[in-house]
């Protein structure tokens, strides 16, 4: 599974021309533009290709806080779930609170909170961060992926038990079969390789049942995003 790192059409493109290519490309998350008035004919081309499995944004990038509950946004929102596309969301623990305002607009999205949404690591806090992904994890369509955390901890310093205690709340919150392990890569070799971050990841769930272990390391992606084996 492949997922966008930049906001332009070319690189979705780019991305299904790889899994086109290789049979290891399971699906690819691209973009596109939610606002544009011309999204239905990017998602027509799009949907053509049958790896095409989902969309994301930078939300954590835009300037605007309340960026998911404009309009615009929702009304690009509203078109990914009238075709079942489900949506990546990239945030950060500020963004949290406003995601039962868009659950509350879109009601049929599948949306899934890339990273656990960031939360400060490094600094050892929960505190906000904590309440706020429990009260987004209530709501039923709503998924999250374990990823992303080695670079929200000290990147030189790092060690699986300071990702245990967020690990753990994650995994009670939501349980087995709404999470889902990402490896982050490229951007984890910021902070460590990719055996490293499933070490991590490994370690910090502790010991689980083979059927547990199996829901997160891809059973529960193969459903959120309709993958094919």
Not at 66 to 79: C, F, K, M, S, T
Not at 169 to 182: A, N, S, T, Y
Request: glycine share 8%.
């Amino acid at each position: 599974m492949v997922v966008q790192a930049n906001t332009i059409l070319e690189e979705t493109r780019w991305l299904l021309g790889l899994a086109s290519e290789h049979d290891f490309i399971r699906g690819v998350v691209g973009w596109v533009d939610l606002t544009d008035p011309r999204l239905a004919t990017a998602l027509d081309e799009f949907q053509r290709h049958a790896k095409f499995k989902g969309v994301r944004h930078l939300v954590h990038d835009e300037p605007e806080v309340n960026w998911l509950l404009r309009a615009d946004v929702i009304a690009g929102l509203r078109e990914l779930s009238r075709r079942g596309i489900p949506y990546d969301l990239l945030l950060r623990p500020q963004h949290l609170n406003i995601v039962p305002g868009v659950a509350e607009r879109v009601p049929g999205l599948r949306m899934v909170v890339d990273h656990i949404a960031k939360p400060p690591i490094a600094a050892g806090i929960m505190e906000g961060w904590a309440e706020d992904l429990a009260a987004v994890a209530k709501i039923p369509n709503l998924y999250c992926k374990l990823s992303g955390m080695i670079t929200e901890a000290d990147p030189r310093a790092w060690r699986a038990e300071h990702l245990r205690p967020y690990v753990a709340h994650v995994l009670k919150v939501f349980g087995p079969e709404r999470l889902m392990f990402g490896s982050d890569w490229p951007v984890c070799t910021l902070a460590g390789t990719w055996k490293e971050v499933l070490a991590a990841f490994t370690q910090s769930i502790g010991p689980q049942p083979i059927e547990v272990r199996e829901k997160l390391l891809g059973g529960t992606a193969e459903r959120f995003y309709g993958l094919v084996r």
